[in-house]
Each structure stands twice: as C-alpha cells, then as structure tokens.
C-alpha cells in the first residue's frame, strides 16, 4: 500500500462511488453540492486549504481516501471513505485503520489525548 497525495485521477474515480446525494452528504457533510462535476466536486473538497490524500494498492489501484484538519485546536480526520467495491471486505478493514497511522508518521503529526497538545 502507498499513500499518496489525491490527484485528479483519484477525485474522478472517488466523484463514482456516491449513487446519490444522500450518499455525498452522509460522506462530505452540509455545503457539497450536488449534482457536482470536477471543478465543484474540488471545489467543495477545499483542495487547496485541507491536505487531502489516497491510499493505493500496490497495483495503483484506489483504495481509499481522506483528509485532516485542525478545529477547536485538535487534528480531525474527515471525509474518510473506502473504496465501495472493497468495503464489505476483510482486506479493507485492514487498509482503512492502517491508512491514518501512515499518514500521521509521513506527515510527522500524531495524536494526542484531549488534555494534551494538538497536531500541528
């Protein structure tokens, strides 16, 4: 597995696994619109302001996707989501906890109690 920042090929196939809105608001929460197209879709993701990243198969394949932010002084993980054609798998289990650790030790954060210091 390899986590990579989300590029636009990985936003195209993620812009796929949602049938609906209530699908994309269960996922993205209020303020996504709906139906989207590329340009909202990254728009709506704030590509720009939150670090947005996919994790791959060794084969390239997109297997999930998710982003952090800080609020209320404390790192937050949003919009986690797997791959649908994987989720009710044993293996993704396995891929989406293993996704966060990876990516707090690439980004050199970590997470601490409430009473402790927040991610940078």
């Known amino acids: 597995m390899k986590l990579v920042k ?14 609906d809105e209530a699908q994309l608001v269960m996922w993205s929460g209020p303020g996504f619109r709906y139906p989207y197209d590329v340009v ?12 947005s990243f996919s994790l ?8 999930a996707f998710g982003q952090y932010y ?3 002084n404390r790192c ?3 919009r986690l989501v797997v791959n649908p054609a994987l989720f009710f798998t ?9 996704i966060w650790p ?19």
């Open 76 to 78: 937050h993980l949003g």
């Open 56 to 63: 791959l198969s060794p084969q390239g394949a997109l297997l």
């Open 70 to 72: 800080l609020r209320e």
């Open 90 to 98: 044993a293996i993704a289990t396995r891929r989406f906890t293993g």
């Open 6 to 19: 989300a590029n636009d090929t990985h936003l195209t196939e993620l812009m796929g696994w949602f049938e």
């Open 102 to 120: 990876i990516l707090l030790a690439r980004e050199s954060l970590s997470l601490r109690p409430l009473s402790g210091k927040p991610c940078p």
């Open 40 to 51: 909202t879709f990254k728009q709506d993701l704030k590509l720009t302001t939150l670090p």
